[in-house]
């Protein structure tokens, strides 16, 4: 109760941080609509636009630039120290880097391959929704949930007693008498991991593939089938073509995932026995560490990561749009 009575300032001040914020909307918008004549686009372009790139300037851009300015400071942002924090994440932190580079190529590369062959092999299904559904289900599941559930499929106990873990049952069913922790199973603890990702996202492939396959025009497929292309040619040389900007989509959307991913290296390992990444190495120094300047430089390592990508997917979709 005490605890409650004290957060109650606090949720007094954001009430009325909101309520000021809203005080302000309803009279710019109350301005702007008095304005006639050749000012009422532009204030109403203002009035629209003002409060929302106040927002993304207050809690993107000048967040942005004060992490790259704080990357060049020492541990308690007091000091000057230039490129040191960079230096230190290339000299030292190469398994983390290592580990995040084979993050990103192996999981997006998997989860797409798989989503596409789900999409092929449902696409003439009878009552495909359900299968669709089954599958897509674990994008409704959280990282850290789907974390615990993987962590009870890799659970280790002595092969003397009664396994709960439905890996190591199996491998014991195999003929292996004494299964690893596959957790410290190094470096397949970090695949055993990947997988987890792979199972969230193959079915966010899948769907947005097989919308792809079934937007290819039937005259297109049935032109090219009386030309003679069947199975696999007609795979490689139809069906790809025409979802090649979908791919591209689909296979850097998850690549963006995959650079932020935490929740499940954090879950899992904490970033021990070799799985560490760069994200949870940011939170680490940030705030088990107390290093700003490290946890900074990573953060902008991570940012120089991601907009690369998210530059590309956005005109990847540009493109696809001009097509249509």
Request: avoid cysteine.
């Amino acid at each position: 109760m005490e605890e409650v009575l004290n957060g109650l300032p606090k949720l007094g001040s954001a009430a009325t941080a909101i309520g000021l914020f809203l005080a302000v909307l309803l009279i710019l918008f109350f301005i702007g609509a008095r304005f006639r004549g050749r000012l009422q686009g532009p204030v109403a372009i203002l009035v629209f636009l003002g409060p929302a790139l106040i927002l993304v300037t207050m809690g993107l851009i000048v967040p942005a630039f004060r992490t790259i300015y704080g990357s060049t400071l020492d541990a308690n942002q007091e000091e000057f120290v230039g490129l040191d924090n960079y230096a230190w994440i290339f000299d030292t932190q190469q398994g983390v880097l290592v580990n995040t580079i084979l993050w990103i190529v192996i999981a997006p590369i998997a989860s797409t391959a798989l989503g596409l062959t789900l999409a092929l092999l449902l696409d003439r299904m009878r009552r495909e929704s359900v299968a669709k559904s089954l599958i897509f289900m674990p994008m409704a599941i959280s990282f850290v949930g789907a974390s615990i559930i993987w962590g009870l499929m890799y659970e280790y106990r002595d092969p003397a007693k009664e396994q709960v873990g439905l890996l190591s049952q199996v491998v014991m069913w195999l003929g292996v008498d004494d299964p690893p922790n596959w957790i410290l199973w190094q470096p397949f603890n970090n695949y055993l991991l990947m997988v987890i990702m792979v199972w969230i996202q193959v079915g966010f492939a899948m769907v947005v593939l097989s919308a792809a396959i079934k937007n290819i025009p039937a005259d297109v497929v049935e032109a090219a089938e009386l030309d003679g292309a069947v199975g696999w040619k007609l795979f490689s040389r139809v069906t790809i073509p025409m979802i090649r900007a979908t791919l591209i989509v689909v296979l850097t959307t998850i690549m963006i995932a995959v650079l932020k991913i935490f929740d499940i290296v954090r879950t899992m390992t904490n970033g021990n026995f070799g799985t560490q990444v760069v994200a949870n190495e940011m939170y680490a120094q940030s705030f088990v560490q107390f290093n700003q300047g490290h946890g900074n430089a990573l953060a902008v390592v991570l940012f120089i990561g991601v907009v690369p990508l998210i530059i590309y997917n956005v005109v990847q979709l540009r493109k696809e749009r001009a097509i249509r």
